[in-house]
């Protein structure tokens, strides 16, 4: 694939608008080694219960639920709480991933600030930097890597910071008063749920989030940041206006294009965790569109042959018809030779949806090698009520599953279909970006060989959203200022090969991890990656979803704007407090972020 390349061979010295930067690293054995509980540099009773009561009570000491000498109550009960996504995030010591095979498993933090905001957040940074502990922060929880915890750490948990307010002229601080835009203003803890629910059930606007309703608002912007529409209304990165943040000094910063600008552009798509605890975004919304729908639908091909022609087909089909603006998330390559449909759109009715669809239905019907396991089915519903669990509840009960709990949250439900993910264990991740030239009459054929080589040994689902090529301008320009890999401008969809298994939480009762299996599983995922890649061969990945053992991952996540986030990184967090695994300036670290590499060796 080929790299826009944003920066030049060097940073110029006045990108970075000069911040008051925390103190330079201590000198001694303890700029190396970050404390542990029983280690001389592990705070004192009493200091943590100085902390505990500068927080009013909110420093707590998480147990899991699985944990040896745990009630059988309260394993039973979490037993059954782990198939709630809402549930696991209301849990300081769970995760919603349990973990990866052969790369991490959850675990629970020596401590954790049950953070209300932001001076909570400031008063639990500036005590780990003061005690050198490892830092862990937390939101939605929903990291793939293993970001969201740490054994032995301080957790900053930011779960109750979900208040959402919407704005009719929001004019970032220090701006010009002229560019006041609508916006709404997130609380680091809350999820997509609740900012749909606010911005768009009752404020009748849409802001771009995520796919799933539990995941994160803080943790997907700083990712970059894809949801169904995002080929209409970009990234969530790119959406962002502001951010309240707290960097590694222990201060409250502001950073917007106007104050501290480099480190606002790094917030947006460099990686969560890195550059300090963001405690509130300010987002930019749109006016909604008339209907937001879907189409679904199963095809099994008879033969090979059958197959490789539908997969042909449908490639064709993409690019002539839904490669813009109005089309987005996946289609499957299964196995059995099942193309399965999960699309959305945006600004058509159901009429202009179903006309889109005709002529590749009608192909399909006409030959006899093509059955449809589940019939073509084209749904469309005002915009407004797309997030409505209500509607879903009343006319289509089995797409959504609410949070059943008493006193939960009448907006909380999530799509059916991602329950599965609850608490999984991960088996094997891989993502590509597919760069747009794939779909042209000189390499399309490599992408038709590949695709197939690829579901021949596991699936392949390609999400069409997740990519931006085939946006209007004004989203591509948009993507194209903040810190994600410059690929995803030229990128039709991100390829996902993924596969897990069982909830396996340390001490969980009847956990079903099988290591050889496990193994056995991500083996073939790989395998059928490789398969894929040989038609875009430098493809990159997108950082929050990808292979823990992503290769060559600065350029695969970054590309060329990697080196400015370095900078970004050496100017506000030069000890390094904040680390996650493959976050920008986690070379300096050991695997587990306890100890600094020096230097020439490599992390372990």
């Given at each position: 694939m080929?790299?826009?390349d ?31 509980p029983?280690?001389p ?9 100085a ?8 420093l ?98 930011t ?29 680091a803890?809350a ?17 771009q ?11 997907l ?8 529409f995002?080929?209409?209304f ?5 959406s ?9 000094d ?6 917007n ?38 189409v679904s ?26 490669f ?11 196995d ?23 002529p ?24 407004r ?27 909380h ?5 991602d329950r ?35 579901a ?7 999400h069409?959203?997740k ?38 939480f ?18 073939g ?43 970004v ?36």
């Open positions: 080929k790299r826009r944003l920066l030049k061979a060097s940073v110029s010295a006045g990108l970075l608008q000069a911040l008051p930067l925390p103190a330079p690293a201590r000198e001694g054995k303890a700029s190396f080694s970050r404390a542990r029983g280690t540099q592990w705070p004192t009773a009493g200091a943590w219960q902390l505990r009561t500068q927080l009013d009570g909110r707590l000491v998480p147990v899991s639920p699985f944990a040896r000498g745990q009630r059988d109550a309260v394993r039973a009960a979490a037993l059954d709480g782990i198939k709630n996504p809402y549930f696991i995030g209301d849990h300081p010591a769970l995760t919603q991933t349990s973990g990866w095979q052969d790369a991490w498993t959850s675990q629970v933090s020596a401590y954790a600030v049950a953070a209300r905001d932001a001076a909570d957040v400031a008063a639990a940074v500036k005590f780990a930097r003061r005690h050198n502990l490892r830092l862990v922060v937390r939101g939605g929880g929903h990291s793939y890597m293993g970001a969201s915890n740490a054994p032995d750490s301080l957790l900053v948990w779960r109750a910071m979900n208040r959402v307010t919407l704005h009719d002229a929001f004019v970032a601080q220090g701006c010009a008063p002229a560019t006041a835009q609508p916006a709404v203003s997130i609380g803890g999820m997509w749920a609740d900012a749909y629910a606010e911005v768009t059930t009752r404020g009748g606007r849409y802001v989030g995520g796919g799933c309703t539990t995941v994160g608002v803080a943790g912007v700083q990712g970059g940041g894809f949801g169904s995002s080929k209409r970009g990234t969530a990165a790119a962002l206006i502001e951010a309240e943040v707290v960097t590694a222990g201060e409250i910063r502001i950073a294009a106007c104050t501290h600008p480099d480190l606002f552009w790094a917030l947006k798509g460099g990686g969560g965790g890195s550059f300090g605890v963001v405690t509130r975004l300010t987002l930019r919304t749109h006016v909604l569109p008339d209907f937001f729908g879907a639908g199963e095809i099994t091909a008879a033969d090979d042959d059958a197959w490789r022609a539908l997969v042909a087909r449908f490639i064709d089909f993409y690019g002539e018809r839904l813009n603006e109005h089309w987005g998330e996946q289609v499957s390559l299964r059995g030779r099942r193309l399965k449909l999960s699309m959305v759109f945006q600004d058509l009715t159901r009429a202009q949806a179903e006309a889109v669809w005709a590749f239905f009608a192909w399909v019907r006409e030959r006899k090698d093509y059955s449809f396991a589940a019939a073509p089915s084209v749904l469309a519903v005002p915009a009520r797309f997030w409505d669990p209500q509607l879903f509840q009343k006319y289509a009960p089995g797409i959504v599953t609410m949070d059943g709990r008493p006193q939960a949250s009448p907006d439900f999530v799509w059916s279909g599965e993910q609850a608490a999984w264990f991960i088996h094997g991740y891989q993502s590509a970006w597919l760069p747009s030239r794939l779909l042209g009459k000189d390499d399309k054929a490599k992408l038709v060989d590949a695709l197939c080589a690829a021949d040994q596991w699936w392949v689902e390609l069409f959203n990519g931006i090529a085939g946006a209007p301008q004004a989203v591509l320009d948009a993507t194209r200022d903040t810190a994600m890999n410059p690929a995803v401008l030229d990128a039709f969809a991100l390829a996902i090969i993924a596969g897990g298994g069982d909830a396996a340390p001490g969980m009762p009847a956990a079903t991890a099988d290591p050889a299996r496990a193994r056995q599983r991500a083996a995922i790989r395998s059928a990656m490789d398969a894929l890649l040989k038609a875009a061969p430098d493809a990159g990945a997108y950082v929050s979803e990808s292979d823990y053992f992503q290769a060559r991952w600065q350029d695969a996540y970054w590309g060329g704007n990697h080196a400015r986030l370095a900078k990184k050496q100017a506000v967090d030069p000890e390094g407090l904040f680390f996650v695994h493959h976050g920008v300036g986690s070379e300096g670290w050991s695997a587990d972020g306890f100890t600094r590499v020096e230097p020439g060796r490599q992390p372990t």
